[in-house]
């Protein structure tokens, strides 16, 4: 099952109904989707839950070695998140983490973030965004996927919880195939191979470059990212812990600056 054609519905979310957005696509048939069922599917993700936990650890390869950063997200519809990811060099042990991490919470109106290496914060208003981007007018491709409840741009955190960028302006430029099934974290997920997509890293502009993908088969949600060079990993990004629904406590997006903190803005 390869597709070679640009998906470009990203923008293409369902209207609300009782004043929640609802998923196009209910669940996956049996059996292995399509290139765009799937993309259609994975659009819709964060519609399937209305709190979620998950936990992801990042590995990457460099020049200095490997490092393993994890990322731990809550997120409860509408507008209430709180990423937490535990840099290189930090333990983490239950909710504790010892060693330099960083905050990014927000209660759908104030964003407040927090790196402990400098003791640096900052708050300030949820950002606007810019006017027209779901004119009807725009080609499909150019217009831009609205979620319900946003993450830190351009991480992993957002692209795993909202893939319909992803899919459309990475994985679609390139030639896509579902490649099977696995079982990431006790959950069946469907896995995509995209030969050579788009970048505008240099460092990953070749064309021996590729992305290998799990798909969460219940929720549409990315549990496993591989980057590839020359067939040799360079970044394996997994889910270790993924809880849609999962039952939040109320001090789950509070947050307090540490004493000493330097307020950039």
Known sequence: M????????????PATIDGRRRPEVTALPAGLPSVA??????????TRFATLRMRIVERAWTARGEDVTTIDVLLRHPGAA????????SAVTGSTVSGPYEI?????????????????????????????????????????YDPV???????????FVHPAGFCQNVLA????????????????????????PRTIG????????GLSLGVDRETGVIVRLIETIGGTVARHAEVTDLAPDAPLPPSAFEFAFPSGTTMLY
Do not use: K, N
Request: glycine share 8%.
């Open 2 to 13: 390869t597709s070679t054609r640009l998906w470009d519905r990203a923008a293409a979310i």
């Open 37 to 46: 069922e799937l993309f259609d599917f994975m659009r819709d993700a964060e």
């Open 82 to 89: 709180r990423v937490a990811t535990s840099l290189p060099g």
């Open 104 to 144: 990014w919470i927000t209660d759908g109106e104030l964003v407040r973030t927090y790196a402990s290496a400098h003791t640096l914060g900052t708050q300030r208003p949820v950002r606007a965004r810019p006017r027209g981007l779901g004119d009807p007018d725009f080609p499909a491709a150019s217009r831009v």
């Open 149 to 159: 409840t946003a993450l830190p741009a351009e991480t992993l955190a957002d692209t």
């Open 173 to 196: 430029t390139g030639p896509c195939t579902i490649t099977g099934t696995d079982l990431i974290g006790g959950r069946e997920a469907i896995l995509l191979a995209s030969d050579h």
């Open 202 to 209: 240099l460092a990953g502009d070749r064309s021996d470059f």
